[in-house]
Each structure stands twice: as structure tokens, then as C-alpha cells.
């Protein structure tokens, strides 16, 4: 029985202090932001005159950085427990606040977005204060090609609910209304759900994981029609308005805020596709361990070795994250045990707190972290990531201003993936026993297979969907199955046997309605295993790169801030290090 929120000790709970030091602060800024909106309001039609524009960036700049604490700070409140009436009223009052701002004040972004290169180059030589605005006006300039008129702008606006309901349609069908038939194995009923379905997968028993893998497709086989035209209704609907906003593909439309070109996707799958082999060799490496003839999809979430039965205390997670990260320096270190000495962790389950992890925070308090610790080493390995996240924001709110130092989700999970890469490198040398140490090399692989080829493999299938529907083709049951059928023939590898299934798996997956979003795991996981490999490796100016990378914010263009830290994903070679790494772990761990 988990400890209500009164029993856990004050040291494993957060301070929140940090924020407001009481509801009735909060109270104070909600009326202060509520105020605010008029004198926003106040200067429509003039941010073309570069004196009103910086005074109008500093009411901005000081109206927002409020409003993000106040959003934060209720949410985070609400998430302690989700029973609590008090903070879920402020939790929508502050929500319903942030969209009427939102909706008042489209025309920043029609103003600013209409102004070229050389407005701006006029207005900073007319005051040079707006010189530190610069890739901020930039960045809203380059959209002026994509911006349509006031009425049509308007009339999409209102559109866009509609829009997302294919969404909607989808997670209702996923999350609420599915229905799975239950079935008997060893005179016991196995009634599946979601998560029911991925625990059995990791079952020894091989005919029980057979069944809940036929048993758990057959209401999205059941229902394939009607998910394929909800997913079509959603990808025809990107492809519409990718056109209507000037852009020449959904693909180049969803790239475009992260300054990303093609090539980084191509270069991307390119790679995976060059280096299949090592997936044929992981498949051949499993079949062996496992004892089987043929290696089907439903085997393939099995571990090879048990779980290592330890349990890790809250502190011997600090501890042993804190050696793993050692190699950073003393500078990342003394900002991670400031981090645990401030108290704005909160650690422990208990009813009523939201389930799961996170890392969030306001530029006007700080990084927090969000727990449901339990002492697996999954918590261990989760607390490292969500540490990677939290000061990656602090880094960037001590060395940028309020408008730089949100990084882009580009680069958002780099420094997360990169504390996971260090642990479990340091995990595997720290080992007490061969298994202890084929525990962690193997989770390291399957972390690349599941990051680097599956994602890549779905990133290509959404490639492949939207330049159908953009030649015209019809998107229906059998045309999308095909297309998820010839990746799974791809990206698979050779000795995996595809069940038929299988073919279907794409109706069951919730990132292809936000289209062109997954690819960004794998260029993550890239990236953070490059930078980890040259911290790791004590190559020069490694850590010195990375710390800078830390503090990058959003101040430039994200792949030139990758560039400013020794990696470039315009090319291939941060890829390949991902792929040589798999080689490695393989090799490592086939020795043992």
C-alpha cells in the first residue's frame, strides 16, 4: 500500500516555493497576466515602428514569462493529486486564460511574420536594442511565405478542432472503446489490455505470447476499414493544408519549424537501411538464446537475461547517476547535487498522483522533476533521464534570455538520452557478473533497435503514405497495409518471421497523427550517443561542447547549435555512430 502524500517524508517531496510561495501569490499574477492582455492588446497594428516594437518585446517578454509560471506551477499542483478540486479548477482557469491570449493575439504572429529581411535589418540599424530580438523576428520572418491572408488565416483557425478530430476518432477507438476477446491458457482467463499485452510479451512462455499476439490485433483487423479511412481523413487533411500554406510536401511543411532539410530525414533512413545486418545479426543472436528455429515478432520483447532482481534505493539512484555522469566534470556535477539539495524532485507514488515521469519547469523558478519511484532499475535509469532534461533547462535559463531558452523539441531528448547512454555504460562496467553485465549491454541494444530502426522504419511508412496521397492514389485498408508490410520486410531483418498480423500494426500506433514527429527519436538517440561516445572516449573539448549545448536554448538554427557541439546530422556519420555502437554492444556482448 503506497504512502498518502502527508506520510512521505518533506525530503522526497518537492518545494514548489520555488514558484510562488503560496495560491494566494498565484492569485496575485493571474489578475497581474489577466491585466496584461489589454496592454498586449494595446499595440496591434504598430510592430513595424521600431521603437514601439521594443517596447512592445519587453511587455511581451515580462507578460509571458509570468503567464508560463502560472500555467506550470497550477499543473504541476493538480499532478500531485489529481483528486484535488482546488487545484484542478486553478489548472483550467489558467488553461482557458492561455487560449484566450492565444486567440487575441494572432496578430504578433501576422505581423511579425510579414516582416522581410531587410525590415529587419532597417529596424535594428534604427535601434540597435532590438539587435538581441534578432533570430527571434528571423525566425518568425521566414513563415512570411507560408502566412495567408487575415481571413483565411481565421477561417483555418476555426478549422482546426475539426481537423484534429481524426485524432480524437483514433484515441477513443485505442484508448476507450477497443475491445479485446479474452482467452484460456493453463486453465486461466487472460482478459488483455494495452499494458496487459506488452507484460505477456515479455513472457517465457512462448505459446501464451503467441496468443495474446493473435488475440490483441484482431480488433484492429476487425475494424481495419474504418481505421484506415480515419487515418486517411488525417493524412489527406495535412496534405491540404501543407498546400494551402505554400509548402511543397507535408514532409518539408512538418520539417520547416526545426530549419531541418530532406536530407536529414533521407540521410536518416538511408543508413538504417545501409546497415540491416545488424538487426539480421541481433535476430539470429535471440532466435539462439531463446532456443528457437524461427524468430517471430511476438519473441522479440522477451529478455535474454532475467531482469537483474536488485532493488535501488532513492539515494543509490543519486549515487550511482551521479558516478555514471562523473565524466561531465566537476561544473555539470556541483549543478547536479545543487539540484538534490533544492528539493524540486518529487519522488514517490501515492493516490492519486499522475502516473509516469516528466521533467518540466518555468524560466521564472527553475527545472522540476516528477517521479512514481519504486526502486526497479527502470526508475534508476528513468531518474537519469529525467535529470538530463531538467538541467538541460537550467543550463538554458542561466545562459539565455526568456524568448532563447526553450530548446525545440528537435533537441529535446538529446540530453535525456545522453544521462541514459552514460548510465548504462557505466552500469556494464560496474557489473558484479557476467549476467549482470549482458543485462545491461542487452538493454543498450534493444534501447538502438527499438529507437533507432523502428522508429526510422515508421518514419519511413509515414514518407511513403503521404507521397501516395500527394500522387493522387487512393489511401484505403489494403494500400496502407502494403506500404507497412514492405517496410516491415525492410527494417526487420533477415530470421524474422512476419505473422500476418503483424501487417496491421500501423492501426494500433498514435504518433502517425502528428505526422513526421517519430523521426525525431532516432535523430536523438543519434546525437546522444555521438556526444556520450566523445565524453566517454575523453576526446578534446568534448564535455566543454557539450555543456554549451546545454545552455544553447533555441538562440539559432537547432542543427548549427548540434554543429557547435562536434555533431552533424546534415550527414551521415552521426548516424553511423549509432549503428557501430550496436556493432559494439553485439560484439561485447556475444564475447561473454
Same mark, same amino acid.
Given at each position: 500500500?503506497? $504512502?498518502?502524500?502527508?506520510?512521505?517524508?518533506?525530503?522526497?517531496?518537492?518545494?514548489?516555493?520555488?514558484?510562488? @510561495?503560496?495560491?494566494?501569490?498565484?492569485?496575485?499574477?493571474?489578475? $497581474?497576466?489577466?491585466?496584461?492582455?489589454?496592454?498586449?492588446?494595446?499595440?496591434?497594428?504598430?510592430?513595424?515602428?521600431?521603437?514601439?516594437?521594443?517596447?512592445?518585446?519587453?511587455?511581451?517578454?515580462?507578460?509571458?514569462?509570468?503567464?508560463?509560471?502560472?500555467?506550470?506551477?497550477?499543473?504541476?499542483?493538480?499532478?500531485?493529486?489529481?483528486?484535488?478540486?482546488?487545484?484542478?479548477?486553478?489548472?483550467?482557469?489558467?488553461?482557458? @486564460?492561455?487560449?484566450?491570449?492565444?486567440? /487575441?493575439?494572432?496578430?504578433?504572429?501576422?505581423?511579425?511574420?510579414?516582416?522581410?529581411?531587410?525590415?529587419?535589418?532597417?529596424?535594428?540599424?534604427?535601434?540597435?536594442?532590438?539587435?538581441?530580438?534578432?533570430?527571434? *523576428?528571423?525566425?518568425?520572418?521566414?513563415?512570411?511565405?507560408?502566412?495567408?491572408? /487575415?481571413?483565411?488565416?481565421?477561417?483555418?483557425?476555426? *478549422?482546426?478542432?475539426?481537423?484534429?478530430?481524426?485524432?480524437?476518432?483514433?484515441?477513443?477507438?485505442?484508448?476507450?472503446?477497443?475491445?479485446?476477446?479474452?482467452?484460456? %491458457?493453463?486453465?486461466?482467463?487472460?482478459?488483455?489490455? %494495452?499494458?496487459?499485452?506488452?507484460? *505477456?510479451?515479455?513472457?517465457?512462455?512462448?505459446?501464451?505470447?503467441?496468443?495474446?499476439?493473435?488475440?490483441?490485433?484482431?480488433?484492429?483487423?476487425? %475494424?481495419?476499414?474504418?481505421?484506415?479511412?480515419?487515418?486517411?481523413?488525417?493524412?489527406?487533411?495535412?496534405?491540404? *493544408?501543407?498546400?494551402?500554406?505554400?509548402?511543397?510536401?507535408?514532409?518539408?511543411?512538418?520539417? #520547416?519549424?526545426?530549419?531541418?532539410?530532406?536530407?536529414?530525414?533521407?540521410?536518416?533512413?538511408?543508413?538504417?537501411?545501409?546497415?540491416?545486418?545488424?538487426?539480421?545479426?541481433?535476430?539470429?543472436?535471440?532466435?539462439?538464446?531463446?532456443?528457437?528455429?524461427?524468430?517471430?515478432?511476438?519473441?522479440?520483447?522477451?529478455?535474454?537475461?532475467?531482469?537483474?532482481?536488485?532493488?535501488?534505493?532513492?539515494?543509490?539512484?543519486? =549515487?550511482?547517476?551521479?558516478?555514471?555522469?562523473?565524466?561531465?566534470?566537476?561544473?555539470?556535477?556541483?549543478?547536479?547535487?545543487?539540484?538534490?539539495?533544492?528539493?524540486?524532485?518529487?519522488?514517490?507514488?501515492?493516490?492519486?498522483?499522475?502516473?509516469?515521469? #516528466?521533467?518540466?519547469?518555468?524560466?521564472?523558478?527553475?527545472?522540476?522533476?516528477?517521479?512514481?519511484?519504486?526502486?526497479?532499475?527502470?526508475?534508476?535509469?528513468?531518474?537519469?533521464?529525467?535529470?538530463?532534461?531538467?538541467?538541460?533547462?537550467?543550463?538554458?535559463?542561466?545562459?539565455?534570455?526568456?524568448?532563447?531558452?526553450?530548446?525545440?523539441?528537435?533537441?529535446?531528448?538529446?540530453?535525456?538520452?545522453?544521462?541514459?547512454?552514460?548510465?548504462? =555504460? %557505466?552500469?556494464?562496467?560496474?557489473?558484479?557478473?557476467?549476467? /549482470?553485465?549482458?543485462?545491461?549491454?542487452?538493454?543498450?541494444?534493444?534501447?538502438?533497435?527499438?529507437?533507432?530502426?523502428?522508429?526510422?522504419? #515508421?518514419?519511413?511508412?509515414?514518407?511513403?503514405?503521404?507521397?501516395?496521397?500527394?500522387?493522387?492514389?487512393?489511401?484505403?485498408?489494403?494500400?496502407?497495409?502494403?506500404?507497412?508490410?514492405?517496410?516491415?520486410?525492410?527494417?526487420?531483418?533477415?530470421?524474422?518471421?512476419?505473422?500476418?498480423?503483424?501487417?496491421?500494426?500501423?492501426?494500433?500506433?498514435?504518433? #502517425?497523427?502528428?505526422?513526421?514527429?517519430?523521426?525525431?527519436?532516432?535523430?536523438?538517440?543519434?546525437?546522444?550517443?555521438?556526444?556520450?561516445?566523445?565524453?566517454?572516449?575523453?576526446?578534446?573539448?568534448?564535455?566543454?561542447?557539450?555543456?554549451?549545448?546545454?545552455?544553447?536554448?533555441?538562440?539559432?538554427?537547432?542543427?548549427?547549435?548540434?554543429?557547435?557541439?562536434?555533431? =552533424?546530422?546534415?550527414?551521415?556519420?552521426?548516424?553511423?555512430?549509432?549503428?557501430? $555502437?550496436?556493432?559494439?554492444?553485439?560484439?561485447?556482448?556475444?564475447?561473454?
Amino acid at each position: 500500500m503506497n $504512502k498518502t502524500r502527508d506520510q512521505i517524508e518533506e525530503k522526497y517531496k518537492w518545494d514548489l516555493s520555488v514558484m510562488y @510561495l503560496s495560491d494566494a501569490s498565484w492569485e496575485e499574477d493571474y489578475r $497581474k497576466v489577466e491585466r496584461g492582455l489589454s496592454q498586449i492588446l494595446g499595440f496591434k497594428g504598430s510592430l513595424a515602428d521600431p521603437r514601439i516594437l521594443e517596447q512592445f518585446m519587453q511587455v511581451y517578454i515580462d507578460h509571458s514569462v509570468t503567464k508560463e509560471n502560472l500555467y506550470v506551477y497550477a499543473h504541476v499542483r493538480f499532478f500531485e493529486d489529481t483528486r484535488n478540486a482546488i487545484y484542478e479548477e486553478m489548472k483550467g482557469r489558467i488553461e482557458l @486564460l492561455v487560449s484566450k491570449i492565444s486567440a /487575441e493575439t494572432v496578430f504578433i504572429k501576422k505581423e511579425l511574420s510579414s516582416l522581410s529581411q531587410d525590415n529587419i535589418d532597417t529596424m535594428i540599424r534604427e535601434n540597435a536594442h532590438l539587435g538581441r530580438y534578432r533570430f527571434f *523576428l528571423e525566425s518568425y520572418a521566414r513563415y512570411k511565405p507560408h502566412i495567408l491572408s /487575415e481571413e483565411t488565416e481565421t477561417v483555418l483557425a476555426e *478549422l482546426e478542432i475539426a481537423l484534429k478530430k481524426p485524432d480524437d476518432v483514433f484515441s477513443a477507438f485505442h484508448n476507450t472503446n477497443i475491445s479485446f476477446t479474452a482467452f484460456e %491458457h493453463k486453465r486461466e482467463t487472460i482478459r488483455l489490455t %494495452h499494458a496487459k499485452y506488452a507484460q *505477456l510479451l515479455e513472457s517465457y512462455d512462448r505459446t501464451l505470447r503467441q496468443k495474446a499476439f493473435e488475440h490483441y490485433y484482431r480488433p484492429y483487423r476487425q %475494424h481495419i476499414d474504418v481505421l484506415a479511412n480515419t487515418y486517411a481523413a488525417n493524412v489527406l487533411a495535412d496534405i491540404k *493544408l501543407a498546400k494551402v500554406r505554400n509548402y511543397p510536401s507535408m514532409l518539408e511543411m512538418s520539417l #520547416f519549424p526545426d530549419y531541418v532539410p530532406i536530407t536529414v530525414f533521407s540521410n536518416l533512413v538511408e543508413v538504417a537501411k545501409e546497415n540491416i545486418n545488424v538487426i539480421s545479426e541481433f535476430n539470429a543472436l535471440k532466435s539462439e538464446a531463446l532456443g528457437i528455429e524461427e524468430l517471430h515478432f511476438y519473441d522479440n520483447y522477451v529478455p535474454l537475461v532475467e531482469e537483474i532482481d536488485k532493488k535501488y534505493s532513492y539515494e543509490e539512484a543519486i =549515487d550511482l547517476v551521479r558516478a555514471a555522469l562523473e565524466p561531465l566534470g566537476t561544473a555539470y556535477l556541483r549543478k547536479y547535487d545543487a539540484t538534490i539539495r533544492a528539493r524540486v524532485i518529487d519522488v514517490f507514488e501515492s493516490p492519486g498522483k499522475r502516473a509516469g515521469a #516528466f521533467s518540466w519547469g518555468s524560466y521564472a523558478s527553475r527545472g522540476l522533476i516528477f517521479l512514481n519511484y519504486t526502486e526497479k532499475f527502470s526508475d534508476v535509469s528513468t531518474f537519469a533521464h529525467e535529470f538530463g532534461h531538467c538541467l538541460h533547462r537550467d543550463y538554458s535559463i542561466e545562459k539565455q534570455p526568456f524568448i532563447y531558452y526553450q530548446n525545440p523539441i528537435f533537441l529535446a531528448e538529446i540530453a535525456s538520452t545522453f544521462n541514459e547512454a552514460l548510465l548504462f =555504460d %557505466h552500469m556494464s562496467k560496474i557489473a558484479g557478473s557476467i549476467e /549482470e553485465k549482458k543485462f545491461f549491454l542487452y538493454h543498450s541494444m534493444k534501447r538502438i533497435e527499438a529507437t533507432f530502426y523502428r522508429q526510422t522504419m #515508421f518514419a519511413n511508412f509515414e514518407k511513403e503514405v503521404h507521397e501516395m496521397a500527394e500522387s493522387g492514389k487512393v489511401l484505403i485498408a489494403k494500400s496502407i497495409t502494403d506500404i507497412y508490410r514492405k517496410n516491415l520486410d525492410t527494417f526487420l531483418g533477415k530470421g524474422m518471421v512476419i505473422d500476418e498480423q503483424l501487417n496491421y500494426e500501423w492501426a494500433r500506433i498514435p504518433h #502517425f497523427y502528428n505526422a513526421f514527429y517519430v523521426y525525431k527519436y532516432a535523430t536523438s538517440l543519434s546525437a546522444a550517443i555521438a556526444l556520450s561516445e566523445r565524453v566517454i572516449s575523453g576526446e578534446k573539448d568534448a564535455v566543454e561542447d557539450y555543456l554549451t549545448f546545454l545552455g544553447a536554448g533555441s538562440h539559432k538554427e537547432p542543427l548549427e547549435i548540434l554543429k557547435d557541439a562536434g555533431i =552533424d546530422l546534415t550527414g551521415k556519420g552521426a548516424y553511423e555512430v549509432t549503428v557501430n $555502437k550496436f556493432r559494439k554492444l553485439l560484439k561485447e556482448y556475444k564475447s561473454l
